[in-house]
């Protein structure tokens, strides 16, 4: 394939016809290989207007009016933010006993991991996460010039922590643990948690990312934030973009030990955590009884919704996030379209499953009678357990 007709896949590029451009021919400039080869992120399809867009975990709640303020009283647009999100920093820090320091904000958690990927690891060295999850790992790990080692995950779709370790090697920089899952849903327990960190050597990096920590209502899942002071080697990471439905404005944080945190910094774009995401996640700090109560809604909702599609005979892991995977394997493109006939845009991995964000009260109907449909109609593809 010709370097251009490669670089038509990138994020941004625009359905121009490919004469039109009025810029030379660029196939002679070398780029990175492994770059070129890594498809773009593939952002959750939007809806049509009488559709629900339940393909990006996103918070279906509308801001509340105090966090609206708040943004709408950030006027200084025309003065860089504070660079080091002091505010916010200190706010949090106060808020789990640590010191400012030893939290660090970043324009989405997302940012954050390529921060902690690229100060752990370059090239030749291993990242290692199990598969399925969070889409984003292999595309953040490539760009740091370091390799991925995927680990299976199970039936269920949980974490093969042993396996993990077992995956360990003298190359190992760091392990990312997500719970709960994304795409799968489940969690990694505490006791689980606690024997792995027990023999993951000092000097390999975890992060754990929580984005959808709030959702959680099983008492034996590990909390990160439980745990602190507990591991010289261990980062937690949150963002407000889920819970706390501030997924436009780019904010999420990290929290752990000093160092790691400056390395992190060190490799950190300036300045990308705007004044105005700062405003509004402090905002939604002082709002949070108000933003959990809602997060209570949607965690009832996802409750219905996993009984409703386990009474229709699915095979749903134990999610405790705000999404449910429907492992239709094979039938999944076709399972896919039923739910867009159904009014339902919905996350799918082709060959593997769907991923359904529990959203607005009136999607359920609609998801769940597309459900029952692809049940009746797609045999095969409500009984694949097959994850990942
Ligand atoms: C959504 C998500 C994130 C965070 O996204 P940001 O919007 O960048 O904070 C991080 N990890 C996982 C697993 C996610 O699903």
Redo the contacts with the bound molecule.
């Keep these: 394939m010709p370097a251009s007709a490669s670089s038509m896949s990138r994020l941004g590029k625009v359905n121009a016809p490919e004469d039109s451009s009025r810029l030379p021919d660029a196939s002679l400039v070398r780029l990175r290989p492994e770059i070129l080869a890594t498809p773009p992120y593939r952002q959750g399809k939007p809806a049509a207007t009488d559709a629900f867009k339940l393909s990006s975990?996103e918070n279906p709640f509308p801001p509340l009016p105090g966090v609206l303020d708040a943004i709408a009283a950030s006027s200084n647009v025309n003065r860089y933010p504070d660079a080091a999100a002091t505010a916010l920093r200190e706010r949090l820090a106060a808020q789990h006993g640590v010191t400012p320091n030893e939290v660090h904000v970043g324009s989405?958690?997302?940012?954050l991991l390529a921060q902690f990927i690229q100060a752990a690891a370059g090239p030749g060295d291993e990242i290692l996460y199990t598969w399925r999850s969070?889409e984003a790992y292999p595309g953040l790990v490539t760009v740091a010039g370091a390799t991925s080692v995927q680990v299976p995950d199970t039936a269920e779709g949980r974490h093969d922590l042993d396996a993990m370790l077992a995956a360990i090697t003298d190359r190992t920089r760091a392990v990312i643990v997500?719970s709960p899952n994304?795409p799968t849903g489940p969690v990694v327990t505490t006791d689980e948690f606690l024997r792995f960190m027990a023999a993951v050597p000092d000097t390999v990096l975890v992060l754990l990312?929580e984005?959808y920590a709030e959702f959680v209502r099983d008492e034996s899942a590990v909390n990160g934030l439980a745990l602190l002071g507990r591991f010289p080697n261990l980062v937690i990471l949150r963002?407000f973009?889920?819970a706390y439905g501030l997924?436009g404005l780019?904010v999420?944080w990290a929290i752990g030990p000093e160092p790691i945190l400056d390395a992190a910094r060190a490799t950190a774009i300036p300045l990308s955590v705007t004044g105005v995401a700062q405003a509004a996640a402090i905002a939604s700090l002082d709002r949070s009884d108000e933003l959990m109560a809602r997060v209570d809604v949607i965690v009832e909702r996802r409750n219905a919704v996993v009984s409703a599609l386990r009474a229709q005979g699915w095979a749903i892991p134990e999610t405790q996030s705000n999404f449910v995977w429907l492992a239709t394997g094979e039938q999944t493109e076709a399972a896919a379209a039923t739910l867009v006939e159904h009014g339902i845009v919905a996350r799918p991995f082709v060959g593997s499953g769907i991923r359904i964000s529990i959203g607005e009260a009136e999607s359920v109907d609609k998801l769940l009678s597309a459900a029952e449909w692809i049940v009746q109609h797609l045999p095969s593809g409500h009984a694949a357990r097959a994850i990942g």
């Design positions: 975990n989405g958690s997302v940012a969070f997500c994304n990312d984005a963002t973009s889920k997924a780019r999420g």
